[in-house]
């Protein structure tokens, strides 16, 4: 049986959400292998620089979980608090100047000598496509990567990496109400250019799960896929081609949720339908 199109966000694990104990990361993790999700997301600033060390914890209290898991890096966001920011100004740096030791670093917060995948956080202007080809080329020579990916790049600068790099994934911003990718073409670029799509904040950020003027529509067509509405709206992004749903939940029955969710696609009259109440006017 093939895993299901999911991959499970380390986002909300610490200090930006629930807080979990090492033990509790590794139960959760221990989980999501148990249902078949055995690729982690995970980024350096996530919990203010803190939750890839958790990770690292978690992986440490239960040594046979590092083996069975795929781990997503991502790099190039600078906070206003993140250390050598002496401005103090959010911005991106993709330079290897930058990605060299940020890489090195969650390296040693994992206690781990590679990852599965790095990627580029956010699209810098001022980026150095060969230069970082260059730097990638050399990790992945040392055998600390399997392969490269993006997130949250436009469609133009997906493109101007991808010539100097082959991109293997892309991380874009994707649920039935904010589905600004599906229309400003980030997602069939993705595609086009043979990378997998993975799809965060399906629930758009549980904006849809509160709304109570689209509710009822929302609960009346998951009525109709026997389906709550979470589930709905996970499989509506799972429906896409090529597109894996970043979840973020830190709750193992959730998880086992969203497995069921996304083990078939929508038909297309009803993923249509769900797009148009979620976007609150008609579809392009």
């Known amino acids: ?18 807080r979990l104990a090492p033990a509790e990361v590794a139960r959760l993790l221990a989980a999501a292998l148990e249902l078949g999700i055995d690729t982690l997301d995970l980024a350096d600033i996530y919990g203010g620089h803190t939750t890839t060390a958790l990770i690292g914890a978690a992986l440490a209290h ?31 740096d ?26 580029l956080h956010r699209f810098d202007p001022r980026l150095a496509p060969a230069a970082l080809a260059d730097w990638v080329t050399k990790e992945r020579g040392r055998g600390r990567l399997q392969a490269f990916g993006v997130s ?9 990496v ?26 069939a670029a993705s595609r086009a ?29 998951a009525a109709e896929a026997g389906l709550d509405r979470a589930s709905l709206l996970l ?6 081609p090529g597109t894996r749903v970043v979840l973020g ?12 969710a996304v083990e078939r696609p929508l038909p297309a009259d009803l993923w249509y339908a769900v797009w148009q109440v979620a976007r609150g006017r008609p579809v392009p």
Do not use: C
């Not at 997503?72 to 991106?92: C, D, E, F, M, W």
């Not at 790099?165 to 892309?170: G, K, S, T």
């Not at 799960?209 to 689209?214: I, K, N, Q, V």
């Open 162 to 187: 991808h010539a100097h790099l082959p991109v293997a994934a892309h991380q874009i911003e994707l649920s039935a109400a904010a589905s600004a990718a599906l229309e400003d073409g980030s997602h």
């Open 235 to 240: 499989r509506w992004v799972a429906s896409l």
């Open 62 to 92: 239960d040594p046979g979980l590092r083996p069975r898991l795929h781990l997503i890096a991502k790099l190039g966001i600078v906070l206003p608090t993140s250390p050598g920011n002496p401005r103090g100004v959010q911005h991106y």
């Open 193 to 221: 250019l043979g990378a997998e799509v993975q799809a965060w904040s399906p629930l758009d950020g549980g904006a849809l799960l509160a709304d109570e003027a689209r509710g009822p529509a929302l609960d009346a067509l």
């Open 249 to 260: 939940s830190t709750r193992p029955e959730r998880l086992a949720a969203a497995v069921r």
């Open 94 to 119: 993709l330079s290897p100047a930058h990605l060299a030791p940020a890489f090195e670093q969650t390296l040693r917060d994992l206690g781990s000598d590679s990852v599965g995948t790095l990627m």
């Open 1 to 18: 049986m093939s895993p299901p199109p999911l991959i499970l966000g380390s986002m909300r694990f610490g200090e930006w959400g629930a």
């Open 152 to 160: 949250n790049f436009p469609a133009p600068a997906l493109t101007l």
